[in-house]
């Protein structure tokens, strides 16, 4: 049995990765959990629609969970709550516009009786054992929060994702003095956002966006098409600014733009003059010079807004070579290419484009090095476990707590599923807990695994071909068939030769075991299979799957 | 019929994207080729090895055709020759390592009886009606070489791919007194290399890098692998520089790096002390602070020998903690994940890892703006078609020749395929040419279409179901099944009542047909199809392929 005075932290998500961030913090019969995230799914997951954290653990001990505190609204961060909340009914704490987003994507997914409970900056809430404490943080969303869980062994600082920012839109300044007065007090725990920790130097601050708009706002004479994150809303709030000083209009594209914009200024998080945001169908009312639209798209998703702008399949907006377009984001690892053909699709429309690597229309949410450095120095943790990154991310921002004096024993680079054991004198892993990922494909969620993604890499590649037949039960001989059916193999019509062989082959192999008296059907089927597969391979060196049926009357 | 006094220059591939360059330059009865590469698929290519130009417009005029001119030997500019020399034997011209990498090739696709002839820089050659020189310039592989095409209408430069590095390693500068020269004697038409027409300034030289490897190799005690492109002969031959500085052997992992360099050394463009090389099998008897590695793998190709030496696969590299890896290349768009993939494996190890962000281990190999400028300046073009590029980049490279007093009605930013009529006075869009990609895969050249790549596309997202059936000919009752099978849809053990249901489902369809007297089977087949696709996305919302078969007995 395990002693029960421990405090133990477990990252159910969120460690040796970017996403799907879950963290349980356990203390004898209580467990709160920090955040329930998801991300998307990797180029070899097939067909998948997103990916969730495996919450066996937290279904094992459902008994014990008094909350899921939520640092920000970003879906690395909230976007799992559907699904966990479908199976278990957990109460939510976060800031008013965290819970603003969550509602939204509860209603989707067609949940209600949640309960949910909003929390202010400097606010502490009792969840069993446990005071958590929200502290204001900034970011790339608004109402952001680090977490100071108090607890029986000491103080555990969650930073959530965060950055430095002197100067934010909303006036809010990040409360370095907390955590300043936390450090002096004592922290046990420091867990804090990764994601940046290969960059040197500081982040710059979100107001050095707003003067590049203002600059390209001033010296544009026709329409401008910002496409940014739906939930960057200071930088939503800043194309507001630059659109009500030039005196355009507003027009949204993109659900998940129109969504977020409505929930942000119904909960007060965006401000424009009345009459500036219009309907994009009174868009062709007003001259060129006098419209803003605000799109998705900024990772050049092919389904988005402004992909379909870009390709001319856009039902209300039509760009024109007068047009210009500005992509205010980086394209996430991966996105590049898309990106790329958004870009090209513009340009050869004749619309100039304008992105980060041109002018400083983007900056980052996440703290760079010297950041994270002022994060450490002020909370003067115990113990450090970087969170929220790749591999290489979190061992990069231990190397930079070491630098700062942390001793390296007392540093912990966790994986997913790892359980941190914790007295007030010691620090030790202690085994593991279930962990991983959970594939969502259309309703289904955990039904797609290994097989069949392996399979649909399979047809993917070399597509399928269909060998039925079908064998007299009495006599063993062959009453139709064999037919061969193939799909995403070649194209029938020019390979009919090659169809043809394939069909004789088959047939040869057929009479040979029907010859050699063979009725077992798995053999059978193998030897079609085998046989077949050689033949193609020689031939065209192309491997499709082969699926043989036999039917027997 | 065509005016036949007329130069006409006929992109068949380069232009609108980067790679597949192939260029046909055509007067009267007379055709050359320049350059004839491949380029990688795009990701909805699924299953495809490469894509290669679309050459009918070749194919039907080969009674012109007088030769393959090639600019240097990248992929993209010598990667498709198997395919079209093995439909059409054509000379071959090029500089003496460039012809060393087209016979490996030609090997490896057991061509043989190719005319090949070496051209050295500062020679003209005479091909039909055109006297075609070649020029030095400098990019990522030696022995690159820029061409002026002296015609009867007057003469066109082709760059190829090139940067001004003005202290190449090989010592060789590029050749700017000369295109000075045909600047002031007069020229036609610049055609000129826009990969990196939007980056700013200048490249940094080669031999920068080669500074930044002395020092590392200085301060680092033990083993040091690097990864670059195979082709960078001049990168390698600093890193073994540097090794040899630094008392290291140098061990080749990597099936192309060893070609390369195998055939780099033979033709007298790579440099090594006697006993610097040794073979892998021999690594162990030496301490690892005198070894150096040299791999492939700066893309994290999968299968590639830095991929399984990162993720412990590989036989004869184990990867240790102690050992320095540095990825001398910038990832391609695209391949930034599979890049970080690398990076994590290699850090999780303790490994530490160098790469572009982190310090100057890699400069590009083309012209950036300014170099671009002084091209333009010295070259003087009446006419200008930037080549090389996707549309952004052409459109920058346009954008560039025109404040540097190119009149814009002079520019032409072509497509794939379009033909460019010029006489002495006049130049103009006069039609089109069949152009596009032919997709490879495996041994088939241009049997997978966009049928068979949307069936493959439509598999790998949620994979397919085979309902089978026999029916009785003279009754049309059903004598077996209906059987479902699926592939890559759903576990089917866990699955078993949704596939039950399925089955259901068809058997009522094939019940009502019955009933109906409906015996014609495409109605069958698309009833069956219709029915079980709604039924199944309602449950489960996924939608597979359904793929129906009746057989009758």
Same mark, same amino acid.
């Given at each position: 049995m395990r002693k029960p005075n421990k405090l133990k932290v477990i990252p159910l998500g969120g460690l040796g990765e970017v996403g799907k961030n879950i963290t349980a913090i356990e203390y004898k019969e209580d467990i709160i959990l920090i955040d329930c995230g998801m991300t998307f799914p990797e180029d070899e997951m097939l067909g998948i629609d997103v990916v969730i954290p495996d919450i066996t653990y937290i279904l094992k001990n459902k008994e014990k969970i008094r909350a899921i505190v939520l640092t920000h609204g970003h879906e690395d961060h909230i976007g799992a709550l559907p699904y966990v909340l479908n199976k278990i009914n957990i109460p939510i704490y976060g800031t008013k516009l965290t819970l603003g987003l969550v509602e939204t994507k509860l209603k989707e997914h067609k949940l209600d009786n949640v309960n949910m409970n909003i929390v202010k900056h400097g606010e502490t809430i009792k969840l069993g054992v446990f005071d958590v404490e929200f502290i204001k943080t900034g970011h790339s969303i608004p109402d952001s929060a680090a977490l100071a869980i108090h607890t029986p062994i000491g103080v555990v600082v969650h930073t959530g994702d965060f950055k430095i920012d002197y100067t934010p839109i909303d006036g809010d300044v990040i409360d370095l003095n907390r955590f300043a007065e936390l450090g002096n007090q004592g922290v046990l725990l420091l867990m804090s956002d990764s994601t940046n920790a290969e960059r040197p130097g500081y982040t710059m601050s979100e107001r050095t966006v707003g003067n590049t708009f203002r600059e390209i706002f001033l010296n544009h004479k026709h329409r401008i098409l910002v496409a940014t994150f739906a939930s960057n809303v200071h930088r939503i709030q800043q194309i507001i600014h630059a659109s009500e000083e030039n005196s355009r209009k507003v027009v949204l594209s993109g659900r998940s733009m129109i969504n977020t914009i409505g929930v942000a200024l119904e909960l007060g998080y965006l401000h424009m003059k009345e009459g500036t945001l219009i309907d994009i169908n009174d868009m062709n009312k007003y001259p060129s010079n006098e419209i803003t639209i605000i799109t998705t798209g900024s990772q050049g998703e092919p389904m988005s807004a402004l992909s379909r702008i870009a390709s001319g399949e856009h039902k209300k907006v039509q760009i024109q070579p007068e047009d210009l377009v500005i992509i205010s984001a980086t394209p996430i690892p991966g996105n590049e290419k898309t990106v790329s053909r958004v870009i090209n699709n513009l340009v050869e429309k004749g619309t100039e484009v304008i992105f980060e690597s041109l002018a400083d229309v983007h900056v980052s949410g996440h703290a760079c090095q010297e950041e994270l450095k002022l994060m450490q120095t002020l909370v003067k943790p115990k113990y450090f476990i970087p969170v929220h990154g790749e591999f290489r991310h979190l061992k990069k921002h231990a190397e930079i707590a070491e630098t700062l004096g942390t001793p390296p024993e007392n540093i912990f680079i966790l994986s997913n599923g790892e359980i941190m054991e914790f007295t007030k004198d010691t620090a030790e892993i202690g085994g593991n807990v279930q962990s991983g990922n959970i594939l969502v494909d259309g309703l289904g969620v955990g039904d797609v695994g290994n097989i069949v993604l392996r399979d649909r890499k399979h047809l993917s590649e070399d597509g399928l071909i269909v060998v039925v037949v079908t064998i007299s /039960? /009495?006599?063993?001989?062959?009453?139709?068939?064999p037919d061969i059916i193939s799909r995403g193999f070649v194209y029938v019509r020019e390979s009919e030769d090659l169809m043809e062989e394939a069909r004789t082959v088959v047939r040869a192999v057929l009479e040979d075991c029907e010859k050699k008296k063979i009725t077992d059907w798995a053999t059978l089927k193998s030897n079609i299979r085998d046989t077949l597969r050689n033949h193609l391979y020689g031939k065209i060196k192309r491997n499709p799957m082969i699926l043989p049926i036999i039917m027997e009357v």
């Open positions: /039960k /009495k006599e063993g001989t062959i009453l139709a068939g």
